[in-house]
């Protein structure tokens, strides 16, 4: 099968990134949604990093939902979570969206 095309993004051509403190932030609140201490989360947050964005998960919430289990937490938070995400990145929340 050969390639026909590819898309690749070439710092923040296609999709913004967060500046590192805005990225810390990011975790850190996650961590808190989560009711975990952000260290803990952070720490396991990045041990997945290379599997995160390689493909090893098929979406953020499966990633989540991983890192929830090896830290013991509740995985109903999860829509918080992602509505935290979805803000960071875009601006809005899929709950207002929902509204």
């Known amino acids: 099968m050969s390639i026909r095309a590819f898309a690749f993004d070439l710092y923040g051509t296609l999709i913004e990134d967060l500046g590192r403190d805005s990225y810390d932030a990011l975790l850190r609140q996650m961590a ?13 947050w990045r041990q997945v990093g290379n599997r995160r964005t390689t ?9 989540l939902t991983h890192i929830c289990n090896v830290l013991g937490t509740q995985v109903a938070a999860l ?15 899929a709950k207002k969206k929902r509204l």
């Not at 808190?32 to 396991?44: H, K, N, R, T």
């Open 55 to 63: 493909g090893g998960f098929a979406t953020l919430e499966e990633c």
């Open 79 to 93: 829509s918080d979570v992602m509505d935290l995400v979805d803000y960071n990145f875009s601006g809005t929340s």
């Open 32 to 44: 808190a949604v989560l009711l975990q201490p952000a260290d803990g989360f952070s720490a396991a």
